[in-house]
């Protein structure tokens, strides 16, 4: 089974700064590939999928990058709305797995 | 607007057994391939199990740690989705959210909508 480690855990980025969140798969995933933001007490919202596709609504300030075993979710301005968790999901092969998620904080 | 709003959680001893609810608005529900995704507290996202349209035979696939315990069905008549728990162990608890599905492949799917999650507590 595939396993997706996410680094690193918590990210401290000041307000206007980028934030850049890793993601690496234990083998290829291709570009099957979705990150999740999760703010406190909310469900989870689909920022990305095809590794790098913004999903509707997404502010382009959102971008992800990669293929194969590692990729990157870069949020180019931080907002005061984007401190939250971010997952990533494979879905090159079952069972979908989630990573363990990075949590971006206020520096 | 797409809505999805779980219920039917609540504090149930191990061994005990919940029925949960997703009731599903703003698109064709029964078009649509469900999930059901959960989150121990303090936790990660943990996939359960899905369920395929009707028109697409209808067929369920669960995660290892729940599978023969936890059945996913649907009604499409009431845009109902189901989640059975029979069997339930301690380290079921976990806040469980309904989820529309995207079938990117063959056996590969991601998660675009999602409901706000039903809180379900296994204890004694």
């Known amino acids: 089974e595939i396993v997706m480690t996410q680094s690193p855990a918590t990210l401290s980025v000041s307000p206007g700064e980028r934030a850049t969140l890793s993601c690496r798969a234990s083998q290829s995933v291709s570009s099957n590939l979705a990150w999740y933001q999760q703010k406190p007490g909310q469900a989870p919202r689909l920022l990305i999928y095809g590794a790098s596709t913004r999903a509707t609504g997404i502010p382009a300030r959102f971008s992800g990058s990669g293929s194969g075993t590692e990729f990157t979710l870069t949020i180019s301005s931080l907002q005061s709305e984007d401190f939250a968790v971010y997952y990533c999901?494979?879905?090159?092969?079952?069972?979908?797995?989630f990573g363990g998620g990075t949590k971006v904080e206020i520096k | 607007e797409v809505q999805l709003v779980e219920s039917g959680g609540g504090l149930v001893k191990p061994g005990g057994s919940l029925r949960l609810s997703c009731a599903a608005s703003g698109f064709t529900f029964s078009n649509a391939w469900m999930s059901w995704v959960r989150q121990a507290p303090g936790k990660g996202l943990e996939w359960v199990g899905r369920i395929k349209s009707k028109t697409d035979g209808g067929t369920t696939d669960y995660a290892a740690p729940v599978k023969g315990r936890f059945t996913i069905s649907r009604d499409d008549s009431k845009n109902t989705l189901y989640l059975q728990m029979n069997s339930l162990k301690t380290e079921d608890t976990a806040v469980y959210y309904c989820?529309?599905?995207?079938?990117?492949?063959?056996?590969?799917?991601?998660?675009?909508?999602w409901g706000q999650g039903t809180l379900v507590t296994v204890s004694s």
């Open positions: 999901q494979q879905y090159n092969n079952w069972p979908p797995l």
């Open positions: 989820t529309t599905v995207v079938a990117a492949r063959p056996g590969g799917y991601y998660f675009d909508y």
